[in-house]
């Protein structure tokens, strides 16, 4: 059935109204707020807004961490008619002009002070921006500006107001439509302003209820919610799917506590990009390698039996009883008090999504008994396209469509997808939106991929990215730059990968080595190097190198698809990609373009077959001098193997 | 934004202090009005600690008077200072390092804490509540100096910039009217600094609490203070707004030396 979100708020504050609805940590405490005083709260916050002048269908930006009176003012908004747009919390200043001139936007919700202070400085350029309400009062008693006042100055209005008009709410809410729009997302482009994602009631909703059917979510599953509200991922998972469950959503007590605080709370149901997997499993590493010897000696043992049983017995398939004693005895040993010093005991459900995750990271959360996997999706299709069920998680795969999603393939190899949860436009931008979103219903995801033998969904490349091997044994085999570095990637001791072969006749890449795992292992060898430049050139490093490639080129031969994509030769870099000079993007993707025609002299050796190749090239300094740093690099082969037939 | 500042809260007339044949202040004068942060600057040496000091009753000066809200005193008692509502902290930080954070903020509850020793122990009579009523309001602090992450931390493992956020709220903790620091910032890196500023001027708006500090970093001084006295060689050279002492030649010599 279709409803909106303050309706979800009215159900669950009716049905079990003391039951809490969020939790929050402050002064060393974790302060539970229930469903009824929830309610209560986002009625005078509403009432408060009204009469100060709110509007349906006006926006309301709301900036700042997760915080329950943060969400309840998106309720208020929402139970108004109005757009709430929650901005992040670590934009700069001139960052939020955009959004809020381009959504006219009138009414600001702000954490604090520092919110409040990066508000005020772009007011000149927003002047329709008129009121603001900040939620801490820290720092802000001698603030004298026209339009700021407290959110408890405006609960308390919303409140007298309420004594006058107590059925104002409810009237409120019921006259709001599943259809009507509910929020706004604004996605960073990387190209020209941000466009506004506009989402009604029933499309995030629907995803919400179809993510929490899937992993059978209830109102006893607990949530904590640490990452940017701003983010739909967290939107949906401390937002839409806490109204559409009822579950607890908890508030961390700072940014700085997070660990903490997910011990305390032990949630069920957690959500997190690869590179939280990944910080938390470093941290465990770093403390082990401290520990004493027997202690060292048992985790190191049963993580070789977690690795070999855990991924079988994850899948729900049978194992050997030897196996499973082990497995129990590990569980008893390291398993349990590891899930629990990650603050992992309670996880029921665990997903990972934003970018591709390493197979070992991911095997290794599975094998100790944490049911981490895989979706997709993306701001537009709110969140829910592809999930992958419980006992069919796999790292090379993003999963099965969840209800309601049609998944079709165009010519490009553009996956294409319609569901109920596809958002409704981008705001004022029409040429946008006939971009992407077809008049048949089909929303051009610019992703590459294709759906596996099992039905999985498998993500290649950005459609733009795809190329074709031109010419050789190989001739117009698909190349998908980005999935053949990210699979050299995942080795720990490569840090960045630039791929070629897109018009080609075949594929050569260029290696970043990882300067502290190499010089890690160069030190355990006891190979003596001068310095980075020196480092990358050694034998020994091709070597290791050239058995990464050769390793990922012995993966690739099984894959029908990209079984072209295996990489003939490569060379190591003699200095680490920077976004100083222009060859990452500030969030690190490498700008394949911009090497190549920096580096052509070596991409040239690469596809002539040299054997080494000298190269000069400018660098600049972090103090903003210049240098240069020139090497004779070295340039190697790499076995490629027989594309390997599936049989049919 | 604007605050209020209020009547003269200390007076210090007179001072003179000296060790033996050392003159450590020579006939200090100058006054604190509440609500304000006042700093006493000067080089190495020119008797800033020991001004504190003798405020603190730390030292005992041979000469002049403090008076402190009306009540004049030819020398503090440094027991009777903290009951009268004045806190520290110190240069070189006096924290227990074995301690966690919670517990060295504690301390500066002690006053504050009416229940014996062996009523604590055994947890009998309103020792329970008021420990639970004096660990709200360390909460309080914890969570207005932003370092509840390291409650439970020994303090010893902390970095030096954290442990002087952790000397503050002890301070902090005997609700002090007159909140002396002595070079709060020293040794910090610069967003240390900034944090620490915040806090000083927090401090000041949110509580009201006025504050002397001894500091070295210009930058700072200049931008937090109300006004500034200004100590060399045990004299005061220099009293007055920012401005005015930056333009003061006296200090100007005193800082950068003169051709003579």
Known sequence: ?648 | MSKKIGDVILDVKNISLSFGGVKALTDISFNVREHEVRAIIGPNGAGKSSMLNCINGVYKPQQGSITFRGKTFGHMDSHQVAVMGIGRTFQNLALFKGMSVIDNIMTGRNLKIKSNLLMQALRIGPAQREEEFHREKVEHIIDFLEIQAFRKTPVGQLPYGLQKRVDLGRALAMEPQVLLLDEPMAGMNVEEKQDMCRFVLDVNQEFGTTVVLIEHDMGVVMDISDRVVVLDYGKKIGDGTPDEVRNNEEVISAYLGTSH
């Open chain 1, 1 to 648: 059935m279709q409803t909106t979100f303050p309706q979800l708020l009215l159900n669950h504050a009716a049905q079990r109204p003391a039951e809490p609805a969020m939790r929050e940590k402050e002064y060393g405490i974790w302060q539970a707020l229930s469903w009824a005083d929830l309610a209560t709260l986002v009625s005078h916050l509403s009432c408060g807004l009204h009469q100060a002048g709110l509007q349906k269908g006006q926006h309301m930006i709301v900036v700042g961490a997760n915080r329950p009176r943060l969400y309840a003012t998106m309720l208020a908004v929402q139970a108004l008619g109005a757009v709430p747009i929650p901005l992040y919390q670590d934009a700069a200043a001139l960052e939020c002009v955009f959004p809020i001139n381009d959504a006219e936007v009138c009414f600001a919700f702000a954490e604090d002070q520092e919110q409040v202070d990066k508000l005020l400085e772009i007011r000149d350029k927003c002047p329709q921006l008129t009121n603001i309400y900040f939620d801490d009062p820290r720092g802000l008693r001698n603030y004298d500006e026209p339009g700021l006042a407290s959110v408890d100055e405006l609960v308390a209005a919303g409140q007298a107001f309420a004594t006058l008009h107590p059925d104002f709410f409810k009237t409120e809410v019921n006259k709001v439509q599943p259809g009507d729009v509910g929020a706004m997302f604004f996605t960073s482009g990387t190209t020209g302003n941000p466009k506004g994602v506009v989402h009604t009631h029933n499309s995030l909703l629907n995803r919400a209820k179809a993510g929490a059917d899937f992993d059978k979510l209830t109102a006893r599953d607990e949530v904590l919610a640490y990452l940017p509200p701003a983010w739909i991922g967290q939107n949906i998972f401390s937002y839409a799917q806490w109204l559409a469950c009822g579950y607890v959503v908890n508030c961390p007590e700072s940014a700085a506590t997070v660990t903490i605080d997910l011990k305390e709370v032990g949630p069920t149901y957690y959500f997190a990009p690869p590179r939280v997997f990944e910080g938390l499993l470093t941290s465990v590493m770093i403390r082990m390698e401290d520990a004493g010897a027997l202690m060292r000696g048992m985790f190191h043992y049963f993580m070789g039996v977690a690795k070999r049983v855990g991924p079988t017995k994850m899948e729900g398939k049978p194992i050997s009883l030897t196996d499973g004693v082990l497995y129990a005895l590990g569980n008893v040993l390291v398993y349990g008090p590891l899930r629990n010093s990650l603050g992992m005991s309670r996880v029921r459900v665990a997903y990972t999504a934003g970018e591709a995750i390493g197979p070992d990271l991911f095997t290794f959360y599975r094998s100790i008994g944490i049911n981490l996997k895989q979706l997709y999706g993306s701001t537009e299709t709110a969140v829910f396209v592809c999930l992958q069920p419980d006992n069919e998680a796999r790292a090379d795969t993003v999963g099965v469509p969840c209800a309601g999603v049609e998944i079709k393939l165009a010519d490009n190899g553009e996956i294409l997808v319609k569901s109920p949860g596809l958002f409704k436009e981008y705001y004022k931008n029409p040429a946008a939106t006939a971009e992407v979103l077809t008049a048949d219903g089909w929303y051009h995801t610019s992703d590459a991929g294709f759906l596996d033998a099992h039905g999985h969904l498998k993500i290649i490349d950005r459609v733009k990215d795809v190329g074709r091997i031109k010419g050789g044994v190989n001739d117009g085999a698909m190349f998908a730059p980005k999935y053949v570095e990210n699979k050299l990637k995942f080795f720990s001791h490569i840090k960045e990968v630039v791929a070629y072969g897109d018009g080609r006749e075949k594929v050569c890449v260029m290696v970043n080595i990882d300067f502290d795992a190499v010089g890690n292992w160069a030190e355990r060898r006891n190979l003596s190097y001068a310095g980075y430049t020196d480092l990358a050139q050694k034998p020994e490093v091709y070597q290791l190198i050239k058995d990464c490639v050769e390793q990922v080129n012995a993966d690739l031969s099984v894959d029908t698809l990209l079984a072209g994509s295996q990489v003939s030769r490569f060379l190591v870099l003699h200095k680490e990609l920077d976004a100083d000079d222009g060859e990452l993007t500030r969030t690190n993707k490498v700008r394949r373009g911009f090497i190549a025609d920096k580096y052509k002299v070596l991409v040239d050796a690469l596809y002539e077959g040299r054997t080494t190749q000298f190269i000069e090239t400018q660098v600049k300094f972090e103090d903003g001098r210049t240098g240069s740093v020139s090497a004779t690099l070295k340039l190697d082969d790499a076995k490629t193997f027989a594309p390997v037939k599936a049989a049919a």
